[in-house]
């Protein structure tokens, strides 16, 4: 297994937001968070990046290839997430410095894994803005934040995220913000991403039809607690909580569903 999260709670002020929440992601499997706002999504990803906010505290167990998470130094969790864990948010803004032209932002990513010298860093860095399909990379890599679309501006947080070739990728909602075609678009390259690099990855989202495209096993939360725990064919044939039927029906594209009427 390469992740295994068991039993994890969060507490903020004395509030358990993140209540005995247990999944394993083997090896290459791609594993999808998903529930309403608010049900403990984020956090859960958070607890596990070792990235909570202030006042909040995790309990229960990590573990990422046989290693506890829970409690390791921020120097140690800083180290593995430059290396073997790489993350893509919701807004992509949020990992872009805005005064730093994209190439360097990716440079510095490529640097931070390899001993690279900056002109060879700056090379590779057309190269992951070409690997995430940006139009035109040599000329983007120039380009700061705020002169990129929004699609654009995912895809250069994507590339940041893979620099480091990482085992496992979070992404928290990657695709929420963004017109639905691009969205569509941002949810293909991840997908064929993660299957070229052989990656783990655990994906967020509160819509059912996104989480059938990306991942092969969901695991559904309410309020901080796991409700529903299967295959995603499962989940959507045969949901067995009232939760689950309720993202079904919300979801934003009619979901195939095997056996039912689609
Ligand atoms: N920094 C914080 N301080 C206090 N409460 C918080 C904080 N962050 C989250 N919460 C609370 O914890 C609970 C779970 O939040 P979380 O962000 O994990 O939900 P989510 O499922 O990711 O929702 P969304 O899809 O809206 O992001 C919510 O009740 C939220 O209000």
């Not at 247990?22 to 999504?41: D, Q, Y």
């Not at 956090?43 to 909570?52: H, K, M, N, S, V």
């Not at 700056?122 to 070409?130: F, K, L, M, S």
């Amino acid at each position: 297994m390469s992740l295994e999260v068991d039993g994890l709670r969060v507490e903020i002020d004395g509030r358990a937001v993140v209540d005995g929440v247990s999944f394993v992601v083997p090896e290459g499997a791609r594993l999808g968070l998903i529930g309403e706002s608010g049900s403990g999504k984020s956090l859960t990803a958070l607890a596990i990046l070792g990235l909570l906010p202030d006042g909040a505290r995790a309990t229960g167990s990590v573990r990422w290839r046989g290693r506890e998470l829970i409690g390791l130094t921020d120097r140690d969790l800083a180290r593995l997430r430059g290396d073997e864990i790489g993350i893509v948010f919701q807004e992509p803004r949020t990992a872009l410095n805005p005064i730093r032209t994209i190439g360097r932002q990716i440079a510095e990513s490529v640097r931070i894994h390899e001993s690279a010298s900056r002109p060879e860093a700056a090379a590779r860095a057309v190269d992951e803005a070409r690997r995430v399909a940006l139009a035109d990379p040599e000329r983007i890599v120039a380009r700061y934040p705020h002169q990129l679309s929004g699609g654009q501006r995912q895809r250069a947080a994507i590339a940041m995220a893979l620099a480091c070739r990482p085992d496992l990728l979070i992404a928290d909602e990657p695709t929420t913000a963004l017109d639905v075609t691009i969205q569509a678009e941002i949810l293909d390259l991840l997908l064929s991403l993660v299957e070229d690099d052989g990656m783990s990855l655990v994906f967020i989202t509160h819509d059912l039809a996104v989480l059938a495209q990306i991942a092969t096993h969901g695991v559904v939360l309410e309020n901080g607690r796991v409700v529903e725990s299967a295959p995603v064919a499962d989940l959507l044939s045969h949901p067995s909580s009232e939760i689950t039927r309720g993202l079904l029906r919300d979801a934003t594209a009619t979901v195939w569903r095997p056996g039912g009427e689609g």
